[in-house]
């Protein structure tokens, strides 16, 4: 079993990480359930990538690259630098050294710091990468976020309208041309989608059977791009670590740097974010 981490801020939200990959496996805002999705067949094994939380992609984003798909990042193991309490949240850092990790044939000059924060309905992410060396580094990024959903049909995603995207499925580019994306519809689940210039704040909102509305706000800078990702049923069944169902209880939201790769001169951080704010619980 991997190394957890478990974050509790004051006001009762929690969150756990795995040190494997400084992967995020759990987000529980204060008063509220589960926000992210663990498949439940995810294997917790040295080298394998775990199914669900927040896998980070580094140095390279899924196949666009000579490296293992998402890059070498989450099957790595982590270190913990810090982990601290305060009055308002929780915090931890974890980091990577490109001296010691299985680089591959990638280069050794970086470090990698991922921040959690956890305070209240906010989970804040935070990658850094520094360029230790004195070559220039380009990689490509992604901050995997699987979010969990009741039921995938009665979900929609707003904030894309009228961004040109990749559609990876179908291999060709497209634009969003209506305001809500709803991955349940037939004909458009199995998504695979890589937004460009993703800048504006996403809404993904699920409608309770209640009349009532969850949602939850994500916001990303430093990052460009915005992937969705799910599997429908038919890629979800060759997924060995997924349930057959467990396309219908998650949307991957990715806050990514894909479409132009980061160039990082040799001694400067780049930093990208991720925060999700429940904003109603539904
Ligand atoms: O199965 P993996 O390696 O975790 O990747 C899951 C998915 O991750 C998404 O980010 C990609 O856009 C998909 O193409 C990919 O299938």
Redesign the pocket.
């Known amino acids: 079993m991997t190394d957890r981490i478990l974050l509790k801020s004051p006001d009762g939200a929690q969150a756990e990480i795995a040190l494997h990959g400084a992967h995020v496996l759990s987000w529980v805002p204060a008063g509220a359930p589960e926000q992210l999705y663990l498949s439940p067949r995810s294997e917790f094994a040295p080298g394998k990538?775990i199914?669900g939380g927040v896998?980070v992609?580094f140095p390279q984003?899924?196949?666009r690259g000579p490296l293992p798909?998402?890059g070498f990042a989450r099957n790595q193991a982590w270190r913990l630098v810090s982990q601290d309490v305060s009055r308002d949240d929780a915090m931890a850092v974890l980091a990577l050294d490109g001296a010691t990790a299985d680089v591959g044939a990638w280069a050794r000059h970086f470090e990698l710091e991922l921040t959690v924060r956890l305070a209240g309905q906010v989970l804040d992410l935070e990658l850094a990468c520094t360029n230790t060396g004195e070559a220039p580094l380009s990689f490509t990024a992604?901050l995997?976020t699987y979010l969990r959903v009741a039921d995938l049909n009665a979900t929609s995603l707003a904030g894309l309208s009228g961004l040109r995207y990749w559609d990876?499925i179908a291999q060709r580019d497209e634009r969003q041309r209506v305001e809500l994306l709803l991955p349940g519809e037939s004909g458009v689940v199995d998504l695979?989608?890589?937004y460009f210039q993703a800048k504006e704040p996403l809404l993904l909102s699920e409608h309770r059977l209640n009349g009532r509305v969850r949602r939850v706000l994500i916001t990303s800078q430093g990052f460009d791009d915005a992937?969705v990702?799910n599997?429908g049923p038919e890629?979800c069944a060759k997924?060995a670590d997924m349930p057959a169902d467990g396309w219908r209880h998650m949307l991957?939201v990715?806050a990514?740097s894909v479409g132009i790769p980061v160039e990082l001169p040799a001694g400067e951080t780049w930093v990208g974010r991720q925060s999700l704010s429940l904003e109603s619980a539904g």
Do not use: G, T
């Open positions: 990538a199914r896998p992609c984003f899924a196949e798909k998402h992604a995997h990876s695979d989608r890589i992937v990702w599997p890629r997924l991957c990715e990514a």
